[in-house]
Antibody, heavy 119, light 110 residues
Framework: EGQLVESGGGLVQPGGSLRLSCAASGFAFSRHWMHWVRQAPGKGLVWVSRIINDETGTIYADSVKGRFTISRDNAKNTLYLQMNSLRAEDTALYYCARGGIVANAFDIWGQGTMVTVSS | QSALTQPASVSGSPGQSITIPCFGT?????????VSWYQQHPGKAPKLMIYEDTKRPSGVSNRFSGSKSGNTASLTISGLQAEDEADYYCSSYASRRVWEFGGGTKLTVL
């Protein structure tokens, strides 16, 4: 079935940086597009970014474009999100999600890692 | 402000059916067969319930069904059960090559 485990969240000051990781297991990681989705406390889901399976081909939500960088290491079965110039409004639980092949949707989700941007 | 519009809340009694609409535009819901629905219980990760407008993943109860007409997608839950009480989100691929979510609908089973 597959599993995703996020890490790297924490408390950071406005303007700071953080790098999130998402370790994948139990499936052929390199075959799948991967996404980051975030959820601010008490709020809804917001799509952040996507990377296609060959480590190129990235796209971002307007709210993070130019500040966040998605990447992946297929040899390590790991997805990353480099977050720079962080703002208070970036405070959220960050989920990594697998883009399905049979099911063209976000078919597997991690448990999320919390990012808090505050002074 | 979410790109897709859902009612903030719906409710129903056990055994009844409810429908959650997801209002989009011709640039997202109306253009692609790529609407999906997610169930999220408090403190848990979202779970895929419906994909490609109407398809149900293996293991999801057949009480859950999806439909679409024009720019509006819908999730119907029949035979409501207490365990169905959760937040539900619709999502769609959009013409700007991004993915969008609705604001979420809180389902209360009375």
């Amino acid at each position: 079935e597959g599993q995703l485990v996020e890490s790297g969240g924490g408390l950071v000051q406005p303007g700071g940086s953080l790098r999130l990781s998402c370790a994948a297991s139990g499936f052929a990681f390199s075959r799948h597009w991967m996404h980051w989705v975030r959820q601010a406390p008490g709020k809804g889901l917001v799509w952040v970014s996507r990377i296609i399976n060959d480590e190129t081909g990235t796209i971002y939500a307007d709210s993070v474009k130019g500040r966040f960088t998605i990447s992946r290491d297929n040899a390590k079965n790991t997805l990353y999100l480099q977050m720079n110039s962080l703002r208070a409004e970036d405070t959220a639980l960050y989920y990594c999600a697998r883009g399905g092949i049979v099911a063209n949707a976000f078919d597997i989700w991690g448990q999320g890692t919390m990012v808090t941007v505050s002074s | 402000q979410s790109a897709l519009t859902q009612p903030a809340s719906v409710s129903g009694s056990p055994g009844q059916s409810i429908t959650i609409p997801c209002f989009g535009t011709s640039s997202d819901v109306g253009s692609y067969k790529l609407v999906s629905w997610y169930q999220q219980h408090p403190g848990k990760a979202p779970k895929l319930m419906i994909y490609e407008d109407t398809k149900r993943p293996s293991g999801v109860s057949n009480r859950f069904s999806g439909s679409k007409s024009g720019n509006t997608a819908s999730l119907t839950i029949s035979g409501l059960q207490a365990e169905d009480e959760a937040d539900y989100y619709c999502s769609s691929y959009a013409s700007r090559r991004v993915w969008e979510f609705g604001g979420g609908t809180k389902l209360t089973v009375l």
